[in-house]
């Protein structure tokens, strides 16, 4: 196998002599050149029109999935971003021991499912995205997309609870801090620093903004930035589900 560098980053943590590294890595990598110069390609933010889209499955499918999403004018290191960060795991994190997805779907319309939701963000460009999604029988797909969209409604117009907050908070400030000084994440934020991407400043920032957040922020930047009107909704199922 043949190996080239084009562009790449070494991050070194932990007790070392950084003279005897300088001279490792000049000695084992100084003669790698790329024939062309890195550039960063930004991402573009594109505000979503409603619209649908149904993606045939195999005849014989026996589950089927719908997906929702909008994107979001922020970036990762926003405030609001944040804040929606908060909102996101109340809403549908995959982590949370419950959420109102799963709520939504298995107790108010009874359907044997999972239902999750996902926020992305980049610290370089204002070019988020929100998506959630349910994942059930074929014969259940319809209930699945309206537990959806009753969850999504109602936490827009009620916004997040106390509870939900408090909950939130204290699980992804534990899964944000506890690990954020073992080496290989540390080097990561190192290397994102060097690439001008999300710095170690930025991640203070981002604690500092989770720890302090209130429920009324929580749930202004919910009514501010997700709107149930915007979705694009794609479906998959099998023909005539």
Known sequence: MNVG????????VGDFNPDSVTAWARRSLGTWRS?????????????????????????????????MGQSLQLRSSDTDFVLLTLANF???????DSNRLVS???????????AGAELRGFATDSAG??????HAGADSLGAAEQALREALTAVVRDGITDAELATAKR???????????????????????????MSIADHQRMLQTLGSATRDQVNAAIRKHIDPA???VVRASPPGR
């Open 171 to 197: 699980q992804l400030l534990d899964a944000q801090s506890g690990g954020f000084y073992a080496s290989s994440v540390y080097a990561s934020y190192l290397g994102a620093e060097g690439r001008e991407e």
């Open 5 to 12: 560098a084009t562009n790449g980053d070494l991050v070194v």
């Open 129 to 134: 995205v929100f998506m959630f999604a349910a």
């Open 90 to 96: 109340a809403l549908g994190s995959y982590a949370a």
């Open 230 to 232: 915007r979705m694009v």
């Open 104 to 114: 939504a779907l298995t107790k108010r319309r009874r359907v044997a499912g999972r």
């Open 35 to 67: 024939p062309i110069a890195p550039v960063r390609v930004a991402r573009r933010y594109v505000a979503t029109a409603p619209a649908e889209e149904t993606l045939a499955l195999p005849a014989g499918a026996r589950s089927a999935s719908v997906v």
